[in-house]
């Protein structure tokens, strides 16, 4: 073997590398009743986020319960069959839970009075549907950033 092989080899030799260190990922709880916004935001979601899902407010608080440490951040349709956003948000209210200021609403419109008053009391982002689907992305990326504020610092 030629010497000087062995020096050229050594030369070109890399270092191990180390294990990446991942930041942990914001988990979302994505709240509606239409079963194919579903779908189609988990699939896309999943790809940054660690995303879970619920059909209405009823169940959505039983995955908030289930994971009462773990969900960053809830993006709920306002309006749904059986127990609604608006329904969901105050009962997280009620516990004085903080994910009640960790909240983002979607809305297709036609709102009750009622319903429209809450959500816009609360401070909180809203998204109106149709949306697009990078700027929902963006804005989800924002509001859980290690350094960000809660999206409703005075909802509740």
């Not at 994505?30 to 999943?46: N, S």
């Not at 899902?53 to 960053?72: K, L, S």
């Not at 709102?111 to 401070?123: D, K, N, Q």
Request: aromatic fraction near 4%; proline fraction near 7%.
């Amino acid at each position: 073997m030629d010497p000087h092989d062995r020096a050229d080899r050594s030369r070109t030799r890399t270092r191990p590398s180390l294990p990446r260190v991942e930041a942990p990922r914001a988990h979302v709880l994505i709240v509606d009743d239409e079963a194919a916004l579903r779908d189609v935001l988990r699939t896309v979601l999943r790809a940054r986020f660690d995303v879970s899902v619920a059909e209405h407010g009823g169940e959505a608080m039983r995955v908030i319960e289930a994971n009462e440490t773990d969900i960053d951040l809830v993006l709920s349709d306002v309006r749904m069959p059986w127990v609604h956003g608006v329904e969901l948000h105050r009962g997280l209210v009620a516990r004085r839970h903080p994910l009640a200021q960790r909240f983002v609403w979607m809305t297709g419109g036609g709102l009750s009075e009622g319903l429209r008053r809450y959500v816009s009391a609360t401070g909180l982002p809203v998204i109106d549907k149709p949306f697009r689907l990078d700027e929902l992305e963006s804005m989800l990326a924002r509001l859980t950033a290690p350094d960000a504020a809660p999206p409703g610092a005075n909802a509740g």
